[in-house]
């Protein structure tokens, strides 16, 4: 009875410790759970916050506002042979000011205030009309602008009469002005197509997008067409050809080693090789591309390796096992297995090189590109270059451009990332 009882108090002193260290591991894998639900809260929350920041600083970069004035075209301070040569801003500020009743002084300094509400394109859209119908001269015609970029300031609540006259750019006349003007329902808020239907400029309420998006987009086709062919076949040869020997090993870990090296080194070997050396076209898309190319051929490589390894050797052994040559079993059976994680890796890599700025700057696409260039060997600016200019410029109006052509990046970079996943699940479909 007694080695019994003793016999069953160790075996429950033992339960009751293993039931403890059960315990105290289920504790800690319930612990470990939280920390990682916790991590990703933070980080969801970090995520929020910044998009929320982004997207209230650039939504009204998205909407501008128009004003459309009647305006008589004086036959004696129009030129018909030069009608790009006429002040139209002044013409209009003045005849705007004989409509709401209001007199000038000597020095002009009320036409000077209410011309500074108009936007320089004025000039243009009321030039291009006198030359498309010379027959409008000494008629009173209706004209339609874009208001300056201190009065889209105002309209948009940027600029407030809560700030002290001396420290805006908007006076309290021309806050009446324009309010009246909006009273009067001859300023009218739209869709600002011309954000993505225009190049960059000096005037930001006429700076656009499209010169930009068309650079970044000449630069990543040079970039794909020379990174992709060139990691993939260098990649296929690391793994399936290249004998396992110390310059190889060399080789795979100055790979890894170029994978983390900064992009703006990537910049100095781009500005010395290409531009120094080679004499290509500064500030082209082709300089780019190639820089982008390089900083992109170490993550092809890495991801292809990868996807090449996660192949069963199984399948390598079948294709040989049938007569399959060596080439013929790596691009017959191998690659096509491989092709999901093949294209994952490029299309990431793509959108990691769309988002690179200081490799490009250092190439000169710091520099101000007027209008819309497509040739892949002219100067053309990119995305991140434009979010950079326009960031520091003095002109408040860049700021809210800047956060929406942060948006316009971000976007492309959903859909490009949308797109490695779209395309890997159709390769594992298929094979």
């Not at 160790?10 to 800690?28: C, D, E, I, M, N």
């Not at 983390?260 to 082709?286: D, E, M, Q, T």
Request: no cysteine; hydrophobic share 50%.
């Amino acid at each position: 009875m007694t080695d019994a009882a003793s016999k069953s108090g160790a075996v429950s002193a033992r339960t009751q410790k293993l039931q403890a260290r059960l315990k105290s591991r289920y504790a800690r894998e319930t612990r470990f759970k939280w920390f990682g639900r916790g991590a990703i809260a933070v980080a969801l929350a970090f995520l929020v916050i910044l998009l929320t920041s982004i997207v209230m600083q650039g939504y009204t970069a998205f909407y501008t506002h128009s004003l459309t004035l009647p305006v008589y075209m004086d036959p004696a301070r129009i030129d018909r042979a030069y009608p790009q040569g006429t002040n139209f801003e002044q013409l209009v500020a003045e005849q705007q000011l004989v409509r709401m009743g209001v007199t000038d002084d000597e020095n002009g300094s009320k036409a000077s205030a209410m011309r500074a509400l108009l936007s320089s394109e004025l000039k243009f859209i009321a030039a291009e009309r006198i030359r498309a119908q010379p027959a409008l001269i000494g008629q009173t015609v209706p004209v339609t602008t874009p208001l300056s970029d201190d009065a889209e300031m105002y309209l948009k609540g940027k600029i407030t009469l809560d700030t002290p006259e001396d420290l805006r750019r908007v006076s309290d006349q021309q806050m009446q002005w324009l309010d009246s003007l909006k009273s009067q329902g001859v300023i009218r808020a739209h869709f600002n197509s011309a954000l993505f239907t225009k190049g960059d400029s000096t005037q930001p309420e006429l700076a656009g997008l499209l010169g930009a998006v068309i650079g970044s987009a000449l630069m990543l086709s040079v970039t794909a067409l020379i990174a992709i062919p060139v990691g993939v076949f260098a990649a296929v040869w690391l793994e399936e050809y290249a004998p396992r020997n110390r310059l190889t090993a060399i080789i795979e870990v100055n790979i890894n080693n170029l994978a983390a090296v900064p992009s703006i080194v990537y910049g100095l070997l781009g500005l010395a090789l290409f531009i120094n050396f080679l004499h290509l076209p500064r500030a082209s898309p082709l300089v780019g591309g190639l820089v982008l190319a390089l900083m992109a051929l170490p993550t092809i490589i890495i991801a292809t390796r990868s996807a090449l390894k996660a192949v069963p050797p199984s399948i390598r052994d079948a294709a040989l096992a049938m007569g399959a040559s060596r080439t013929q079993t790596v691009f017959g059976h191998v690659l096509p297995l491989a092709m999901p994680g093949v294209m994952t890796g490029s299309i990431i890599a793509m959108a990691h090189a769309l988002g690179e700025t200081a490799p490009l700057l250092l190439i000169g696409m710091i520099s101000f590109v007027p209008g819309i260039s497509a040739a892949i060997d002219a100067p053309a600016g990119a995305l991140p270059s434009l979010i950079y200019i326009w960031e520091n410029a003095s002109e408040r109006a860049f700021h809210e451009r800047t956060a929406a052509a942060i948006l316009v990046l971000l976007a492309f970079m959903i859909v490009m990332n949308a797109a490695a996943i779209l395309l890997r699940r159709r390769f594992e479909r298929r094979w």
